[in-house]
């Protein structure tokens, strides 16, 4: 019969848990609720790493919760802001308490794990070769099915081992518990630690609770708010529509913790645009299970694009990234692959504020890390909010929504029909070099496009040749508007005034509609040249006479009328499906905005807006490329530099060395004034005597 704890009895029972989020905080304060009548003297705290940062407060609070515990159990701790705060209060920690459990995070906090006669301190203990089988080789080969697979096993196979291995077996439950962490769970991890490790005045509470086994959910599944139970296994269990199919990977863990709001805003998003989302989630942190269970079909993709909103890669997480094995299961899908991500390190007020958007931790994890795996679009869709909570923010996820929507429509729009804008650039900026840009033959490129375009199928009249094509941008009616390129189309300032939303922050910077670039006083003009549903336009300067580099650093400054009325012709008026931004580099990605993360309020976002973005860039440039791919939300495709090889000498120079390395081989007293003489005269020749 389980035994009752009276409130009398020196049974307090101090847990502290410490871990990377605020995912927990909820899960734990039911697991609380749930222990009062078995555990009345329960302290539970939870500390997350996300918070520390912006608050020095709550770290001093976290360690004094670790200097106190009886228990402490620490969990997703992987980077060095996360560890280094605490992990001399965890050193100092581990002998004075009942037990400390640390898992699923980096080394040097795994290895201060003691429970009983079982530790890591060693470093070289079976466990660690356990954790690195369930890890897995980096090669592509482990799943995350098969690690939870093993990890159901290894309890099992411990079970009737006497000695220390029930610590290593209580070790393997607890972290099955942690990943399966609904409330449910998580309550009987506490009561498992505390039934086998209480100590000293608690000793008393040895074996006196029930600890149930984990509750196991699906390893691979299904999550939707409006599912039986939200947690599903079979397609036929989710909402039905006839919309194109958006594959949507989630955390389990938000999904079983019911901190999900983030996710439900984003579904409910893609369903107001249009779109079936199917979203799926797989156990630990690889998605390629999920992925080939509900995103294919027979070996092909059957959904119309891939959105992750797990905010880390899509094989490994933050711990570790394959981007190998990511790649080669794109490659297979062949459809768009979009991460987008929450800002769980600060909350959605400070990621709003700051002018950095995503803290440099953020931008490492859940942008630089998904790039790798070819990732596109990184869009914040939600965060924390200042209560702990997951929320959606309704405006960037109704944009993420809009974004895929015009991917998916443009997927399924047949060639002939798809309208294209191509932008060119002034490079450098304001230089008055219409049409250049870095290692790249422009109008030669662009004509080889443009054929390359009509040969698939596309609707474009190709001109005769790269000259043809130069003459039809840089002259024709040029002239007649005293402008750089031929005038393509005028946007009136009537119309301007009336369609631009920004309108007051370009005048405060540039004054009354419509400024003094690209314009005749009554219209903006929009240089550029249609071939058929090809729009090849040409990219309005900078705005800054000699000192084009200042919008870059002065965040309160706008671009100028033309520079908006060229992008905002383009989506309109032209209704381009997609834009492409033809060599390196433009101006769009440098305009004022934050650096990662961006915002309704940041000119690159503003300016794209859900307009499809490809962008022609050189490879040796992969830094400001980055600026491409965040800011302007562009998937790159690289061309190369030209090759660097050794120009030797012409050939009347060639024949002189020649000569002269003849006369150096000579023996000493051989006959030299044959070849002196030879050498004399091409000497002369090359007017070098």
């Not at 209060?89 to 400390?100: N, V, Y």
């Not at 708010?225 to 863990?253: Q, T, W």
């Not at 490659?331 to 692959?337: C, H, I, M």
């Not at 860039?617 to 660097?644: D, F, H, Q």
Request: proline fraction near 6%; glycine fraction near 8%.
């Amino acid at each position: 019969m389980q035994k009752r704890i009276s409130v009398a009895d020196p049974t307090l029972v101090r847990v502290t848990v410490v871990t990377m989020d605020n995912n927990l905080h909820g899960v734990l304060a039911a697991a609380g609720k749930s222990l009062q009548a078995e555990l009345p003297g329960l302290t539970l705290s939870v500390h997350a790493a996300n918070s520390w940062a912006s608050d020095p407060e709550a770290l001093a609070a976290c360690h004094r919760d670790i200097a106190a515990a009886d228990i402490v159990l620490a969990g997703m701790l992987f980077m060095d802001e996360q560890v280094r705060p605490v992990l001399s209060a965890l050193e100092a920690r581990r002998d004075g308490c009942d037990a400390m459990v640390c898992l699923l995070s980096a080394g040097e906090v795994v290895r201060l794990t003691r429970m009983g006669g079982f530790s890591m301190a060693g470093g070289s203990s079976g466990a660690i070769a356990w954790l690195k089988r369930l890890r897995g080789k980096s090669s592509g080969g482990s799943s995350g099915h098969g690690q939870m697979a093993m990890l159901r096993r290894l309890p099992k196979l411990l079970r009737f081992i006497p000695g220390t291995a029930q610590d290593a077996r209580a070790y393997f439950l607890t972290m099955q518990y942690w990943l399966a962490g609904s409330s449910e769970n998580m309550a009987n991890a506490i009561r498992l630690l505390v039934d086998r490790y209480a100590a000293g005045p608690r000793v008393a509470l040895r074996g006196s609770l029930r600890v149930k086994p984990p509750i196991v959910y699906p390893d691979i599944g299904l999550y939707h708010p409006a599912a039986r139970d939200h947690i599903v296994e079979s397609l036929s269990d989710l909402p039905r529509s006839d919309a194109p199919r958006v594959g949507v990977l989630v955390m389990r863990s938000y999904a079983l913790s019911g901190n999900s709001a983030h996710y439900d805003g984003v579904l409910g998003a893609l369903e107001a645009a249009g779109l079936q989302p199917i979203p799926a989630f797989a156990s630990g942190l690889d998605q390629r299970e999920a992925v080939r269970r509900y995103f294919m079909r027979d070996g092909k993709a059957s959904v119309d694009a891939v959105l992750s909103l797990t905010g880390f890669s899509l094989v490994g997480g933050p711990a570790y990234n394959d981007a190998n094995a990511a790649e080669a299961l794109l490659a297979e899908l062949d459809v768009p692959y979009i991460a987008a991500h929450p800002v769980e390190l600060q909350s959605l007020a400070q990621w709003e504020s700051d002018a950095r958007g995503l803290l440099p931790t953020e931008a490492a994890l859940m942008v630089a890390i998904p790039e790798l795996d070819g990732a596109t679009q990184p869009t914040t869709f939600g965060g924390r909010s200042e209560s702990g909570t997951m929320v959606v923010h309704p405006e960037r996820a109704a944009k993420l929504a809009a974004r895929i929507a015009r991917l998916v429509a443009l997927r399924r729009t047949a060639r002939a029909e798809r309208r294209v804008a191509i932008v060119l650039f002034n490079f450098p900026p304001n230089a008055g070099a219409v049409g250049t840009a870095a290692y790249l033959s422009v109008f030669a490129s662009l004509h080889n496009t443009l054929r390359g375009m009509a040969e698939a199928g596309y609707s474009v009249d190709v001109p005769a040749d790269a000259e043809a094509l130069r003459r039809a941008l840089l002259g024709g009616n040029s002239a007649i508007f005293g402008t750089d390129a031929n005038v393509a189309a005028r946007v009136s300032v009537n119309d301007h005034v009336r369609e631009q939303p920004w309108l007051d922050e370009i005048e405060r910077q540039w004054g009354p509609a419509p400024g003094r670039q690209n314009t005749d006083g009554s219209s903006l003009f929009i240089l550029g040249a249609q071939f058929g549903n090809v729009f090849v336009g040409v990219q309005p300067a900078f705005g800054y006479e000699g000192d084009p580099m200042r919008l870059l650093f002065e965040h309160s400054f706008a671009p100028t009328h033309a520079f908006c009325a060229f992008y905002r012709w383009i989506a309109t008026r032209f209704a381009a499906d997609a834009v492409l931004h033809f060599g390196t580099h433009g101006a769009l990605e440098f305009m004022p905005g934050k650096q990662a993360g961006l915002s309704a309020a940041c000119w690159p976002d503003r300016l794209i807006s859900d307009l499809p973005n490809y962008y022609l860039y050189a490879s040796n440039n992969p830094s400001e490329g980055m600026l491409a791919k965040r800011p302007a939300g562009a998937t790159l495709i690289s061309y190369l530099t030209p090759p660097v090889a050794s120009a030797g000498l012409y050939k009347g120079l060639l024949e002189l060395k020649a000569s002269i390395d003849r006369w150096r081989a000579l023996e000493p007293g051989s006959p030299r004034d044959s070849l002196a003489e030879l050498i004399q005269l091409q000497a002369s020749e090359l007017e070098l005597a």
